[in-house]
């Protein structure tokens, strides 16, 4: 965000965030609330809070309807000291707005308005908005933006300039639905104003529901000011179906694809990543074709990911190798240089720099130290059907193929386990461990049994 849009450009205010959530959301067609649908890896509840979190906000209410704990404990866990209102008889966005009253009545110099189910919109226009609060006596900040198809939307009513009303679609007249600049809900009130403003707003309209799109109006009766602020109208796409929840997660991955690249990092065939809203790459890191990353991924400066391979609450260190068709499940941690190969899946593990686990294995609950090499088909049989328990694997160590390490247990630094063990206890530093049964051989056995099969 650039200085000269920051609300820290100006002396101190204040600012609380309303955040809606209290649609039903029937055309989700879930057993779960509209908000709490997932874009990049995290709710759109989630998103929304992140956004005007970002744009400075001191506090901010998320508005639920009745019998929707599932909102507030989702709002609780992306910002702890959010507050919850109960929005009980759902009549209309200003009436929603009111649900959070006795915040607003706190006194905030800036109000922000937000909808949990436009995931998209940046921290950045939120700042705009309250930059335009902050520069005059604007008491009202409209975000519009121009739409193709305008049907259904209010619109944005200009005269000489200024911002004279926001129609609904439904109330509008002919001349008033060819208009194309449209009202994407988001709003910014000065808290000087907002309660006479708010309680201002009527229902005389054909829903008899209390608009927020008629504070504008509000503010016209006692000669406030009104502005629009227009923002792409993909930014401001909101989230009613399923259709459009993956439209919005089409354009969250473009967005954060580009600005991966242009962070530095390399993407070969960018539209098969796909990234979490979190995903931190650094300069000079390779993403091959089909890699997804969960949340919670950084990568270091480079390191290479190769094909489809899954990445969740993992650290790579610089130019690590992982994959292909690996998996970093959360807690793994990959230190300079270390290489985890193709089907190998990590959990709870920390890799050392340099070492290697390249092929067929799976390590949880595990620390590989430095330049210690783990043969194909390795297991670190972390579970015993009522508990987790650790492994470590020294500094230099070499563990042949096929081999089983039971914990809790530990191989010392530079120990070698011979291919095919079963290692049930702590095997010293430098060692030589082997637990194989003795080959037998019974020659001309097997020609035998052909002839007597027949074969």
Wanted: hydrophobic share 45%.
């Amino acid at each position: 965000m650039s200085e000269s849009l920051s609300p820290a450009a100006y002396p101190r205010r204040t600012c609380l965030a309303i955040v809606l959530a209290a649609g039903q959301g029937t055309r989700m067609r879930s057993r779960r609330p509209k908000a709490l649908h997932q874009v990049a890896g995290r709710s759109m509840l989630a998103a929304a809070l992140a956004a005007v979190s970002g744009a400075g906000a001191d506090h901010v209410v998320v508005v639920v309807g009745p019998d929707h704990d599932a909102l507030a404990a989702e709002a609780r866990k992306a910002m702890p000291d959010v507050g919850i209102a109960v929005q009980t008889d759902r009549r209309g966005t200003a009436h929603a707005v009111l649900a959070a009253r006795e915040a607003i009545a706190a006194g905030f110099d800036d109000i922000l308005v937000a909808f949990a189910d436009t995931p998209l919109v940046r921290t950045d226009t939120f700042s705009k908005m309250r930059v335009a609060l902050a520069c005059g006596e604007t008491a009202v900040v409209c975000l519009g933006f121009e739409a193709r198809d305008p049907t259904g939307y209010g619109r944005l009513v200009m005269k000489d300039g200024v911002l004279d009303a926001i129609r609904e679609d439904r109330d509008a007249s002919d001349e008033e639905r060819k208009l194309t600049l449209c009202n994407a809900g988001l709003m910014g009130i000065a808290g000087r104003s907002a309660l006479q403003l708010l309680d201002a707003i009527g229902c005389e309209n054909s829903q008899r529901e209390y608009y927020l799109s008629d504070i504008v109006a509000a503010a016209r009766a006692l000669k406030l000011a009104a502005c629009a602020l227009i923002a792409p109208a993909e930014e401001v796409m909101g989230v009613n179906d399923r259709v459009q929840l993956a439209a919005a997660e089409a354009a969250t991955q473009a967005r954060l694809r580009s600005q991966a690249m242009l962070d530095g990092a390399t993407l070969v065939d960018p539209a098969s990543v796909t990234f979490a809203y979190d995903t931190a790459l650094g300069q000079d890191v390779v993403v091959e074709p089909s890699v997804v990353f969960g949340p919670g991924v950084v990568v270091a400066a480079g390191a290479r990911v190769r094909a489809f391979s899954h990445l969740e609450g993992t650290s790579v260190g610089e130019n690590a190798i992982v994959g292909p068709f690996a998996r970093l499940r959360p807690g793994t941690r990959l230190a300079e240089g270390a290489r985890i190969g193709n089907f190998v899946e990590t959990k709870a593990a920390e890799v050392g720099a340099g070492a290697k686990i390249n092929h067929l294995s799976y390590v949880g609950d595990a620390s590989v130290g430095a330049k210690a090499n783990v043969g194909a088909g390795t297991i670190t049989c972390n579970y015993d059907g009522f508990g987790k328990h650790r492994t470590q694997i020294g500094a230099g160590a070499f563990i042949g193929s096929n081999t089983l390490l039971v914990a809790p247990v530990v191989v010392g630094e530079g120990a070698i386990v011979g291919a095919g063990t079963v290692v049930t206890e702590d095997v010293a530093a430098d060692a030589l461990a082997l637990a194989r049964a003795q080959l037998a051989q019974k020659p001309g056995w097997a020609a035998r049994f052909r002839k007597k099969k027949g074969g």
